[in-house]
């Protein structure tokens, strides 16, 4: 018995194809339908530098959103409709805040290694450049793996109640990506994201707020010849303080792609994404001994989406100090005490 390749399946599956890619015809996104830098990562305290020292920060993040029966996603060479995504995944990032001072600001430095498995779903599979995974009926992915590396070099200042950080942000891809396959952390796009963090935060009265616009320019995916277009992202969070570890309040984000998609392996055509989102935190410190451990939880809901998954978005972060150079003998700004 032939597979997939008699004339009857073949006809079927490409009335299936030509059906469903009208009716999506309005609904098609970046690559992957998301961008290298992951919206929501970046909450109070934003702007806020620590001291010279080492650290290390864990964020897991669990995402579940779909891009509904009316549009089109490509991803790894594949298109496909009705996708739904729920993903689990962990940013592990040491950091380094150096000595160096720049322009007054402490230079910085850090690199995060993502892993995790994002499970994915598709109604119906319009393409892919792997022949046995040419269908017309559900496909699914979810496949563990390491994602592409991030590299980040920041500079941190601080006025009185002001701080403020500028980053530069390099994608490198690590070599993980499978093309022809639903299920990549790994999205395989170099890129160079730009942002910069300011953050009010009165120790005084309790009160903190953080806003973080920033900029990612796309390189092509070499392995589906598909370029991102180039895309705006900001981020926001306004808290206040309970005590001096307790802190709850609201967060968001918004995103906008500001050019559309191009290369030989676009199927899809030039469409750009956009996002908004609203939720809540909630960040208490406690202490292991003398070492003061960091933790928050994020919760943003999806709206007004366009081209894009819609979705929930949670974020769980511990970060904690590993060495903290000891203060200078000269006088420095104090270190930030949070009354209330």
Do not use: C
């Amino acid at each position: 018995m032939q597979r997939l390749g008699t004339p009857i399946r073949w006809a079927a599956a490409a009335l299936l194809s030509v059906s469903s890619l009208m009716v999506a015809e309005e609904a098609r996104a970046a690559e992957y339908a998301q961008g290298v830098y992951v919206l929501g990562n970046r909450g109070p305290l934003a702007g806020v530098t620590p001291p010279p020292g080492f650290y290390f920060e864990s964020e897991t993040y669990f995402y579940q959103g779909d891009l509904g029966a009316n549009r089109v996603f490509q991803g790894g060479g594949v298109v496909a409709a009705g996708v739904k995504n729920s993903t689990v995944a962990n940013f592990a990032s040491p950091i380094w805040v150096t000595p160096v001072e720049i322009l007054g600001g402490n230079l910085g430095f850090s690199i995060t290694i993502p892993f995790g498995t994002p499970d994915v779903s598709a109604a119906a599979v319009l393409s892919s450049p792997r022949i046995d995974r040419i269908v017309a009926g559900r496909e699914h992915d979810a496949v563990f793996n390491v994602g592409d590396i991030y590299l980040a070099s920041f500079v941190g200042w601080h006025a009185g109640n002001f701080h403020w950080t500028a980053t530069a942000l390099g994608v490198v891809p690590s070599g993980s990506f499978e093309n022809g396959q639903l299920s990549n952390i790994a999205l395989n796009r170099p890129a160079l994201d730009l942002s910069g963090a300011l953050t009010y935060l009165d120790p005084v009265l309790g009160y903190e707020l953080s806003v973080v616009p920033g900029i990612t320019f796309n390189w092509i995916n070499p392995a589906t010849r598909y370029l991102t277009g180039t895309e705006l992202h900001l981020e926001w969070s306004a808290s206040k303080y309970l005590s001096k570890d307790l802190s709850i309040g609201l967060v968001g984000y918004f995103y906008d792609q500001l050019t559309g998609d191009s290369g030989s392996g676009d199927r899809i055509g030039p469409f750009k994404g956009r996002v908004v989102s609203l939720g809540g935190q909630v960040s208490y410190t406690f202490h292991a001994g003398e070492i003061p451990i960091s933790t928050s939880v994020r919760v943003y809901r999806e709206f007004d989406v366009r081209n894009r998954f819609q979705g929930t978005a949670t974020y769980l972060t511990i970060s904690a100090p590993l060495w903290v150079a000891p203060p200078k003998a000269t006088a420095e700004a104090k270190p930030v005490v949070v009354k209330y």
